[in-house]
């Protein structure tokens, strides 16, 4: 797997991280949505630079003018609900794409730390021979990204597959390296080194759906 860290460069995407991870400036909701859309869109703008392009001609006012055009035909899936700011930010570049959207959450068994995913909801195009982006902000254990990517097996072989998260852990990342081949790309603004006993990312930002949407029950 070939992973492009954005963190190992300086760029304004620092401030977006930053801002996402302060438990003062994360209170506000809004803030926190439009910094997930923010870097969704740097993650995509740096995609963009690998994928494949065709030339075309413009028809200007004046003339015609030489371009290159994108040739990918993408399919942009999204992990519900903590997904959409992110898949907002993306889909602002690949306004073109198809759309895919899928629930993946942790089920702990009688309260114990210990969890499976569970996959309920999922709508989502063919996928045969496309450039398919599975976006996810938070690369925990990696357990979602996997079962979210083994769900959509039936719709269909991409061409290409692009993981795209905010912030990882380390475990997460080497979890995903085990389970998706040498081709497929990770793009992630940042990676933190572990994981707390309840599988949830160190110093993270914490509960990425919650700080977007607001706080949900448990069951």
């Known amino acids: 797997m070939q992973i492009h860290n954005l963190s190992e460069q300086n760029s304004i ?4 991280i930053s801002e996402i991870r302060n438990i003062s400036i994360q209170k506000d909701r809004m803030r926190f949505r439009r910094n997930i859309e923010r870097i969704g869109e740097i993650l995509g703008y740096e995609m963009s630079k690998v994928l494949s392009y065709k030339p075309s001609t413009v028809t200007t006012p004046l003339g015609t003018s030489p371009n290159n055009s994108l040739e990918n035909d993408v399919v942009l899936c999204s ?30 068994k009688h309260n114990t730390e210990s969890f499976e995913i569970i996959v309920e909801y999922l709508a989502c195009p063919n996928l045969e021979g496309k450039t398919l982006i599975l976006a996810d902000p938070m690369l925990a254990t990696g357990q979602s990204m996997v079962a979210t990517f083994e769900a959509l097996k039936p719709f269909g072989t991409p061409k290409e597959i692009h993981l795209v998260s905010v912030i990882g852990a380390q475990e997460g990342v080497n979890y995903i390296e085990k ?5 497929t790309h990770l793009w992630i603004a940042t990676i933190d080194e572990t994981l707390n006993d309840k599988g949830y990312i160190v110093p993270g930002l914490g509960d990425a759906g919650d700080l977007a949407f607001g706080d949900k029950l448990q069951h």
């Open 179 to 183: 389970h998706f081949n040498a081709s």
């Open 79 to 108: 992990v519900l609900r903590a997904g959409i700011p992110l898949h907002n930010g993306l889909l602002n570049y690949f306004d073109s794409a198809d759309n895919a959207f899928i629930s993946a959450y942790r089920h702990h």
């Open 13 to 16: 995407l620092n401030t977006f």
